[in-house]
């Protein structure tokens, strides 16, 4: 359930992923982003949406929750 990503307005967004999962994306995928799970919306584009799920989808998947 991704509800609380698209109920949230503003330029940052809470991702809900834990900070392991957030060091992953900064260190294998060069997401920058804190690891409260914090995100800057602003720099997401039609040009690197699809890095940017994929890059989510392999820490979601791979990178165990604490």
């Known amino acids: 359930d991704w509800s609380h990503i ?25 997401v920058y982003l804190l690891t409260s799970g914090r995100i800057s919306m602003a720099g997401i584009n039609t040009k690197n949406v699809a890095y940017l799920a994929a890059a989510i989808d392999d820490v979601v998947r791979n990178v165990k929750a604490k």
């Open 6 to 30: 698209t109920s949230q307005i503003g330029m940052f967004s809470f991702t809900g992923l834990t900070a392991p999962q957030c060091e992953a994306l900064v260190k294998k995928h060069h």
